[in-house]
């Protein structure tokens, strides 16, 4: 047994040691947050009941597509047959979130990990007794678990997110159930929901964490409002009163002197390599000459430039090609210009862009990462199918 828990704990440290020094922490966003649901026992039980649990947990986004997460709570376990017996459970837990959409509103995830639990098992609220002894049937042991689920955005922030999934737990006990007649150890599955909330400590230069450098932010203590008008330059910009922008029908023959609105809700991440669809709402009071996209690596002096095709109404479209889309990230500007050349309605000037970062190698990361759930999937599968002897 001794021998077991040692090469759990290897484990771990190997994996923790081995996502840290390769993911490199180009994100850096520490989450607080807690989930709660139901978990059965796995044992040899024949009738198993649902009970309730409850976990806080922190996590490390170590970059966008592992993160390291640590978790502890409370939960119960007992059997329909015996409802005066429980088993109570206090775990403290250390483990790998594997992301493989980590820019979709719905990503989904696998869990790698493990850790320790305290545990006492009573009948009525008495401590049970191992059979022929005075000791008292609790202790502290150790388990591995693999899970997964489905992680969803809820705001325009990208801060706060609601997570749906299970989680099996394989103990290195066999007396969660007060019986060890049976050839393996126990497992707990659970099923449950939780809410996240992360906080940005990335270091790249961003005081108000609002997605603007500083560098490029003409407010650097006051975050920008996402509402889709101005939101390159990290200032806050109330959305103008767009009635305004369109003429009364006796003044469509004076002289144009009202530029045009530029609506557009910035891009600020993308796997490289991918297309970006710009789209955005230009209100202009007459005619419009042009809308176009300029865009150019990070780096590069020469900008490329792509027409925004219109789709019908005020609603524009055009998209920078992948070819692009490098490690190093990617600025672009929208610009629209009417044909009195009343002046220039933009999202992003040359000299203040809409910054994006990009994320490197996301077919390697998948890859890696659908191996390291498949192998703790099918293990975790092959020990809940298998029947005790």
């Known amino acids: 047994m001794r021998r077991r828990k040692e090469l759990v704990w290897l484990w771990l440290l190997f994996s ?47 970059n966008d597509f592992v993160s390291l997460g640590f978790e502890g709570g409370y939960s119960t376990l007992g059997d329909n047959d015996s409802t005066n017996f429980k088993t109570t459970i206090f775990p403290y837990e250390a483990h790998l979130t594997l992301n493989f959409f980590p820019l979709s509103k719905a990503n989904i995830y696998a869990v ?4 320790g639990f305290y545990w006492e098992a009573t009948d009525n609220d008495t401590v049970l007794k191992y059979p022929g002894s005075e000791e008292r049937m609790e202790g502290v042991d150790s388990f591995i ?14 801060n706060l997110f609601l997570s749906i999934g299970a989680t099996y737990r394989y ?70 009163h767009l009635t305004s922008v369109q003429e009364s029908s006796e003044m469509q023959d004076k002289k144009d002197t009202t ?27 007459k005619e419009l000459k042009v809308a176009s996209v300029l865009y150019r690596p990070k780096g590069f002096n020469h900008w490329s430039v792509v027409k925004l095709q219109n789709l019908g ?15 190093q990230g990617l600025e672009y500007c929208v610009i629209a210009v009417d044909e009195a050349i009343s002046g220039v309605g933009y999202c992003g000037l040359p000299k203040r862009p809409v910054n994006v970062d990009v994320i490197g ?14 192998l703790g999937w099918g293990t975790a599968s092959y020990i809940i199918l298998r029947k005790q002897k």
């Open 361 to 374: 190698n996301p077919k390697l990361w998948r890859i890696l990462n659908g191996t390291a759930a498949l």
């Open 16 to 62: 923790f040691l081995w996502a840290t020094l390769y993911a490199g922490g180009r994100k850096g966003d520490m989450g607080i947050g807690f989930k709660a649901g139901f978990n059965r026992l796995e044992g040899d039980f024949k009738n198993p009941a649902l009970k309730p649990f409850i976990y806080g947990n922190l996590g490390y986004n170590l």
């Open 259 to 285: 530029p045009p609105v530029v609506i557009h809700n910035p891009i600020n991440d993308i796997e490289a390599g991918s297309d970006i669809n710009i789209q955005a709402e230009i209100f202009e009071n």
């Open 171 to 240: 103990s290195l006990t066999d007396w969660l159930d007060r019986n060890d007649s049976g050839d393996e150890n126990d497992g707990i599955i659970d099923f449950y929901a939780g809410l996240t909330y992360y906080f940005r400590t990335s270091t790249r230069g961003d005081k108000d964490n609002d997605g603007v450098p500083d560098e490029l932010d003409l407010s650097v203590t006051q975050a920008e409002d996402r509402d889709g008008y101005m939101d390159h330059d990290g200032k806050p910009d109330g959305v103008p």
């Open 112 to 115: 790698l990990g493990g850790g």
């Open 145 to 158: 678990k693999a899970g997964g689920g489905v992680e969803f955005t809820l705001n325009k922030m990208r």
């Open 313 to 327: 109404g005020i609603l524009y479209q055009g998209t920078i090609p992948g070819k692009f889309v490098r490690k």
